[in-house]
């Protein structure tokens, strides 16, 4: 389960007191950290992967602002690593088929000190996490580790976060309306937020250092799918053999990973994750401009301007 406030250690509690705080959308309060909003909850986890979190040269950790593609990303990362030990010839015995992503890669700042163990040891380890680059851990900044970073559209991003944060109420709290978790989100008081730079200072550092970090859109994986497992493969150091390309083998892992597949399994529909968050929240559609389905021309304008603004002059266009 998730930390209750009353169950935060004193160090973090008195931490948590010094710093800026907001309303929350599903969580009383969210809090200005290194200058990116947490829930009381999520904050002890915060320090201790800063402090515990171990990387070794051959982690691969896959980065993500929430509802960005995460659950994505983890399929997809965890089926194409260990394509030897984890056939997809058969995937009805295939990790994924029982598991949800989210509990084959965890968070780090979920779970900092927990090594998985479904992996193959002579894998690299495979981890997740949703840190600003100013609050990674120094030691996955300065190792040879690699990180791959999922970006999506603002408006998607926002439609997608503000259903979540209404499932995650767990039905003693009122729904947070659109316009008020809008306002919150252009002022960037989202989990992880402010989004904008969440997503700029991954792609600065991405621009710096291309063989350390790999940027990915969400809408760019969606249209070329193929492409993009096959960069991702090159990136982690497994790409596929002539035989592997040939025999259908990208194509397996596209449709084993799809939301298609997944969010039809039975693990996905009933099961939950130790957090007691429930699999299903995790596939709603899946798709691409959803937002035009909720946002007013006015809100679109000013997501777009917040965007443009951010953006200028860093070569991104989401
Ligand atoms: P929507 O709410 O727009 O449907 P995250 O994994 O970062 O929490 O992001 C969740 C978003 O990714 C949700 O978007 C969800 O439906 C979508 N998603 C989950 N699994 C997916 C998959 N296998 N392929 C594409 N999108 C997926």
Same mark, same amino acid.
């Given at each position: 389960?998730? %930390?209750q406030?009353? &169950?935060?250690?004193?160090e973090?509690?008195?931490?948590l007191?010094?710093?800026?705080? @907001?309303?929350?959308?599903?969580? #009383?309060h969210?809090y200005?950290?290194?200058?990116f /909003?947490?829930p009381?909850?999520?904050?002890?986890?915060?320090?201790?992967c800063?402090?515990?979190?171990?990387?070794?040269? *051959?982690?691969?950790?896959l980065?993500?602002?929430?509802k960005?593609?995460?659950t994505w990303?983890?399929?997809?990362? +965890?089926?194409?690593?260990?394509? $030897?030990?984890? =056939?997809?010839d058969?995937?009805?015995?295939?990790p994924?088929?029982?598991?949800?992503?989210h509990?084959l890669?965890?968070?780090?700042?979920? &779970? =900092?000190?927990i090594?998985?163990?479904?992996?193959?040891?002579s894998?690299?380890?495979?981890?997740? *996490?949703?840190?600003p680059?100013?609050?990674?851990?120094?030691?996955?900044k300065?190792?040879?580790?690699?990180?791959?970073?999922?970006c999506?559209?603002?408006?998607?991003?926002?439609?997608?976060? /503000?259903h979540?944060?209404?499932e995650?109420?767990? $039905?003693? %709290?009122?729904?947070?309306?659109l @316009?008020v978790?809008?306002?919150?989100?252009?002022?960037?008081?989202?989990?992880?937020?402010?989004f /904008?730079?969440?997503? =700029?200072d991954?792609?600065?550092?991405?621009?710096k250092?291309?063989?350390?970090?790999?940027f990915?859109?969400?809408?760019?994986?969606?249209?070329?799918?193929?492409?993009?497992v096959?960069?991702?493969a090159?990136?982690?150091?497994v790409? +596929?053999s002539?035989?592997?390309a *040939? =025999?259908?083998v990208?194509?397996?892992?596209?449709?084993?990973?799809?939301? &298609?597949?997944?969010?039809?399994?039975?693990?996905?529909?009933?099961g939950?994750? #130790?957090s007691?968050?429930e699999?299903?929240?995790f +596939?709603?559609?899946?798709?691409?401009g959803? /937002?035009?389905?909720?946002?007013? #021309?006015?809100?679109?304008e000013? %997501?777009?301007?917040?965007? &443009?603004e951010?953006?200028?002059?860093?070569?991104?266009?989401?």
């Open positions: 389960k998730y %930390l406030e009353d &169950e935060i250690v004193p973090c509690k008195d931490l007191s010094t710093l800026p705080k @907001e309303k929350g959308w599903a969580e #009383p969210l200005k950290y290194q200058g /909003w947490y009381a909850w999520q904050f002890q986890g915060v320090l201790e800063q402090q515990h979190f171990q990387a070794q040269d *051959t982690d691969i950790l980065v993500s602002a929430p960005c593609g995460t990303l983890k399929a997809l990362a +965890f089926t194409i690593i260990n394509r $030897n030990s984890h =056939s997809i058969d995937p009805g015995k295939h994924l088929f029982y598991n949800n992503p509990d890669v965890h968070q780090i700042e979920l &779970e =900092s000190h090594d998985n163990p479904i992996f193959n040891p894998s690299p380890r495979l981890f997740a *996490t949703h840190l680059y100013i609050s990674l851990p120094k030691c996955a300065n190792s040879e580790c690699k990180l791959v970073y999922i999506r559209n603002p408006k998607d991003t926002f439609i997608s976060l /503000w979540f944060m209404n995650l109420r767990l $039905n003693h %709290l009122a729904s947070i309306s @316009e978790a809008f306002d919150k989100f252009c002022r960037g008081v989202s989990i992880f937020g402010p /904008w730079d969440h997503v =700029s991954y792609w600065e550092e991405s621009r250092r291309p063989n350390k970090v790999l990915l859109k969400y809408e760019d994986m969606k249209e070329d799918p193929n492409l993009h096959k960069r991702l090159e990136f982690f150091g790409p +596929f002539i035989e592997e *040939t =025999s259908g990208v194509d397996g892992i596209i449709k084993l990973c799809s939301f &298609e597949n997944l969010s039809k399994l039975k693990v996905n529909k009933d939950k994750l #130790p007691g968050v699999n299903k929240t +596939f709603r559609r899946g798709g691409v959803d /937002w035009k389905n909720y946002l007013w #021309p006015v809100m679109v000013r %997501l777009d301007y917040l965007t &443009e951010k953006f200028q002059g860093s070569g991104l266009h989401l």
